[in-house]
């Protein structure tokens, strides 16, 4: 029989640093370096936790937010740079793989961004939320699918979705034709009040069923200052408070550790690896569960470009707003139809 594959997973529920430009990226070097003295093998962060996400956007008009948004232009993360350095060199220490959200300014916008770190720090998967949602267009530009990819880690296959993208079917089905193990999901937490909380749980669960594979999900937290720095106003400090449900879900649709509701904490569990083929056993919604004869799913992860070249020129001469390498498929004419996806 072969030997039982565990690993460790943290879920963290902390606020961000409103204050002190760096002092997020401070409190996740910390958060890694606690769950990891508990023998974490993954530590997974809120959605955009990095500098902190952009709470003001849901109860300000956008004509009195200029400021704000300003100030998270200023404070958002480039990448590759000193925030992914400082990242990557504490997974590395502690041969961690990291998940942590930020706000990705690429030149003159922002994005809804997923970043993961192996065990060896080096930076495997970066992928932009498809759909900001509601209020969230107002701040970041849209993802594409390019970044629709689970990332091969030193723990296993993990793949990462940002809040409502679990509400795209075809965005989860994505990953999970690519046989996730572990899906880390990301939600901004301190919003909407309990119902939001609820809403979480429902659709973490119903996802670890569906796709067999564990989920690990961190929702943020503020503080009552934090709140009313954001406003003063009472009614819309209630659409800042509640909305937590940092928890661990197995392929079972199990809880394996109590959930994290309100406060600050980390959340940490066992993966059972086995459990997986156990679930799939039963289901495996891409494979003899799956009737690809009559559903199947069409996926253009193609890189979304500003610039591309015409049919017949060079390539390399275009300007591609990921700032990536162009590859052989890059080189195929705009407009070809995209791949099924196999």
Known sequence: MSEKRIVRAAAVQ???DFEQPGGTLARVCDAIDEAAAKGAQLVVFPETFVPYYPY??????PVASGPEHM????????????VTE??????RRHRTVVVLGVNERDHGSLYNTQLVFDVDGRLVLKRRKITPTFHERMIWGQGDA?????????IGRVGALACWEHYNPLARYALMTQHEEIHCSQFPGSLVGPIFAEQIEVTIRHHA?????????STGWLTDPQIDSVTTDPKL???LRGGCFTAIVSPEGQLLAEPLREGEGIVIADLDMSLITKRKRMMDSVGHYARPELLSLAIND??????????????AAAVYSTGGNVDEREREPVGREPAIDD
């Not at 100030?71 to 000193?82: C, D, K, M, S, W």
């Open 14 to 16: 902390i606020a961000p």
């Open 56 to 61: 003001f956007s849901f109860v300000r008009p």
């Open 71 to 82: 100030r998270l232009y200023e404070q958002a993360v480039v990448v590759p740079g000193p």
């Open 86 to 91: 400082a990242v990557a060199e504490r997974a």
């Open 146 to 154: 390019a970044g629709l990819k689970v990332a091969h880690t030193g």
């Open 209 to 217: 069923l569906e796709s067999g594979c564990f989920v690990v999900n």
């Open 237 to 239: 400090q209630k659409a």
């Open 302 to 315: 193609r890189p979304a470009v500003t610039v591309a070249p015409m049919a017949g020129c060079d390539a």
